[in-house]
């Protein structure tokens, strides 16, 4: 397991932008996919993004597409999530999460696919 943990969200107007970092520990990261989930209150944690660590593939949930980009920097064993266009529905706490990758090529999707959670970093969206 790594650990992680998340920082840059806060509030921001609807249409606007943030950028969140997750920040792992180990010398391996390189081997784990990356992904963002988000819980808003009384719903459930959902996917939001993910990627592969080898090849970097990527795989967006659709209410991401067009409007969210995710990175990553194996040097730095950060990942970013950067967010645009952002709407009052995409208020929730943001979850940043690993796990061992399985093919470059294979995109986690499931919480059970990650086995590291970093303690979640809110981001608000007013109207």
């Known amino acids: 397991q790594v650990q992680l943990v998340e920082s840059g969200g806060g509030l921001v107007q609807a249409g606007g932008s943030l950028r969140l970092s997750c920040a792992a520990s180990g010398r391996t990261f390189s081997n784990y996919a990356m992904g963002w989930f988000r819980q808003a209150p009384g719903k459930e944690r959902e996917f939001v993004v993910g990627?592969?660590?080898?090849?970097?593939?990527?795989y967006y949930a659709d209410s991401a597409k067009g409007r969210f980009g995710i990175s990553r920097d194996n040097a730095k064993n950060t990942v970013y999530l950067q967010m645009n266009s952002l709407k009052p529905e995409d208020t929730a706490v943001y979850y940043c999460?690993?796990?061992?990758?399985?093919?470059?090529?294979?995109?986690?999707?499931?919480?059970?696919?990650?086995?590291?959670w970093g303690q979640g970093t809110q981001v608000t969206v007013s109207s």
């Open positions: 990627i592969t660590g080898s090849l970097r593939r990527t």
């Open positions: 999460a690993a796990g061992r990758e399985r093919s470059g090529d294979y995109v986690p999707t499931y919480n059970y696919d990650y086995d590291s």
